[in-house]
């Protein structure tokens, strides 16, 4: 039986979580989810986005990179083509979803992300700050500063900064840091949220089915062909998504 990664360390995080059901995390929004690369938002947060509209709140994303270095050389490929596609897949997850439609993609360069000083880095600060006050967004769910992936911690970096910008609350989530081997350890300060997310999950494998580059499918032949494990997967069963705050992220 494939067992997704981080079970002992979901459990101790969700018996001292505060619980929190998706009508209330509605009421506290507009929310925004920035995601790293397309498809993180779903794995991460599928089912929160799924939920949370569903119970009529409203749930924007934005996306860092635009993801063309999953299949770096892959015959008949190149990068602007793979960039677009995951564009396609992530529009197409997002009805799925029922989030908000008019994602903000910020386009840096997978594996290349900017530093906090660079004027790359400040450029997507104020262009994302504008972003969320335009749409009046009230919290900021984001990867974990902790990850193991540098654009997962570059996203917690840009969104630490937005978030003092624009006033917002900030939360992270998982995705890469489930496969973190001390995580409940490393997490023993933060405050855990579990947002009952179960009614959202079936929307969530549907949104998951569009990022069919990221299964298998559409692109082959590259020589670092990026497939998602089956056991990865499996964090779309839980039935809440928990969302982590940090006095001082790791």
Known sequence: MVVAPGGKAWSILTRRARPMSAKTAAGQGPWLVLAPHPDDETLGCGAFIASVTAAGGRVHTAF??????????????????IANLRHGEAQAALKALGGKPDALYLDWTDASPASEGDPAFARSVDRLAAW?????????????????????????MLAKAVARRAHCRLWQYLVWGWTVADLAERLGTARVLAVATGSGRARQRRAMACHRSQRGGRIVGARENF?????????MDRPNTLLLETVDAP
Do not use: K
Request: glycine share 12%.
């Open 64 to 81: 860092l990179t635009d993801g063309s270095g999953s299949h770096p050389d892959a015959p008949g490929w190149t990068g602007t083509r």
């Open 227 to 235: 497939c998602l494990p089956d056991a990865m997967l499996r964090l």
């Open 132 to 156: 969320c006050r335009v749409r009046g967004i009230r919290q900021i769910a984001v990867t974990w500063s902790g990850e193991p992936h540098c654009d997962h911690e570059a996203a917690a």
